[in-house]
């Protein structure tokens, strides 16, 4: 046998080694949390991630972090203190892709409730759960790394994933540990999120209807994270490097900490701002402004004390089939701006980011024109 051939056999054993693996994790139905439950106490090596090359350890800055918004005067009838909050968001969209919201109408009961929700969620027996588990397009599925069979390294966390619009779950679809709150979350975040899309079109200059008539607010989708503790948190991730596949994402995180975002080439710490909302632009708000606005990457880190909650809501209508097409607005185009990616549509875009996975490379630069 020669050497190459010798070479592609490794390879295939250890593919199908890795498949093996991976389909053996799956069909547990336990996610990450089954082997903290399990007490391991070396990671798998499906959870071992290579370091980033273009990015060292030491790069993190520490003496900057991303704006925070108040919104409590955003119904002021006064001009001035209207164009302020305009102003920030425009400045933040542009600058960071990030920001936080405090201030923003959403009880404080209603912010530790949904956190509640998604830690009794993935908390419960685990029988009942996996009712729950798969890898299916349903209002409601829980399931491990929705990229598992794709992904170079598997993430340290579990998640649960609900449709909320256009087509929400019925209540009888959803877990009975957080029916309730997540119907009225998701009532709270869909105000807030138009709202938002509001001041994001004035930000552009465009009439503060201008987002949502595109359809930018007509699907809503809430992803509850659960990450458990990690024995091995330096050699895995979280969540791997990468931005969201969406218009506008709005995430609330736990006290645990560990979001980070991606600024001039070096990892700035989210803080964790009590009663605060993180906003970020997503993949499709940056490409339909014709890169005015940044979807910027971003990651968590493992942790050691967990478990860390985080509630993710996603404004897209996803994989759900759709003719409407986005490309960059006419309103912004001009012949020193010309278009910078081509047509698709949302359901597009999310195959495309899903079958990727989360490889730590933008699916925008698939589109770019």
């Given at each position: 046998m020669s050497n190459s051939m010798a070479t592609t056999s490794i390879r295939n054993m250890s593919s199908n080694d890795r498949l093996h693996e991976l389909k053996?994790?799956?069909?547990?139905?336990?996610?990450?949390?089954?082997?903290?439950?399990?007490?391991?106490?070396?990671?798998?090596?499906?959870?071992?991630?290579?370091?980033?090359?273009?990015?060292?350890?030491?790069?993190?800055?520490?003496?900057?972090?991303?704006?925070?918004i108040d919104l409590s005067d955003i119904g002021n009838k006064d001009q001035s203190t209207h164009q302020e909050i305009v102003s920030k968001i425009r400045e933040a969209s542009e600058r960071w892709g990030f920001f936080q919201i405090v201030n923003h109408g959403i009880p404080v009961s209603v912010l530790e409730e949904i956190k509640d929700g998604v830690r009794r969620f993935h908390e419960q027996d685990t029988e009942v759960k996996k009712e729950f588990y798969t890898r299916q397009l349903k209002p409601f599925a829980y399931n491990s790394n929705f990229d598992l069979y794709s992904s170079p390294a598997l993430n340290w966390r579990d998640t649960f994933l609900c449709y909320l619009a256009p087509n929400a779950a019925k209540p009888e679809e959803l877990p009975e540990v957080c029916r309730v709150i997540l119907l009225e979350y998701g009532k709270h975040v869909m105000?807030?999120?138009?709202?938002?899309?509001?001041?994001?079109?004035?930000?552009?200059?465009?009439?503060?209807?201008?987002?949502?008539?595109?359809?930018?607010?007509?699907?809503?989708?809430?992803l509850g994270h659960y990450?458990?503790?990690?024995?091995?948190?330096?050699?895995?991730?979280g969540t791997t490097k990468h931005s969201d596949n969406d218009f506008l994402?709005?995430?609330?995180?736990?006290?645990?900490?560990?979001?980070?975002?991606?600024?001039?080439?070096?990892?700035?710490?989210?803080?964790?701002?009590?009663?605060?909302?993180?906003?970020n632009i997503g993949?499709?708000?940056?490409?339909?402004?014709?890169?005015r606005f940044r979807s910027v990457e971003h990651r968590v880190l493992a942790n050691s004390v967990g478990p860390r909650i985080s509630v993710a809501s996603f404004f897209s209508t996803d994989l759900l089939p759709s003719p409407k097409l986005y490309g960059p607005?006419?309103?912004?185009?001009?012949?020193?701006?010309?278009?910078?990616?081509?047509?698709?549509?949302?359901?597009?875009?999310g195959a495309y980011f899903k079958a990727k996975g989360l490889d730590g490379t933008s699916a925008l630069e698939h589109f770019r024109i």
């Open positions: 053996a994790f799956d069909d547990t139905k336990a996610g990450v949390k089954g082997l903290v439950d399990a007490g391991v106490a070396k990671i798998p090596t499906l959870f071992h991630h290579p370091p980033d090359k273009s990015l060292k350890s030491s790069d993190l800055l520490g003496h900057i972090s991303i704006p925070v105000k807030l999120g138009i709202t938002l899309l509001e001041l994001l079109s004035e930000a552009l200059g465009l009439n503060p209807d201008h987002l949502k008539g595109m359809g930018c607010a007509d699907g809503l989708v809430t990450y458990p503790p990690c024995p091995e948190p330096e050699l895995t991730m994402t709005v995430l609330l995180q736990d006290h645990i900490g560990g979001l980070q975002v991606l600024y001039q080439d070096k990892w700035v710490d989210i803080p964790t701002v009590p009663g605060a909302l993180v906003v993949d499709l708000l940056q490409l339909i402004t014709n890169d607005m006419k309103e912004l185009l001009s012949e020193d701006n010309p278009p910078k990616y081509r047509e698709t549509t949302v359901a597009e875009y």
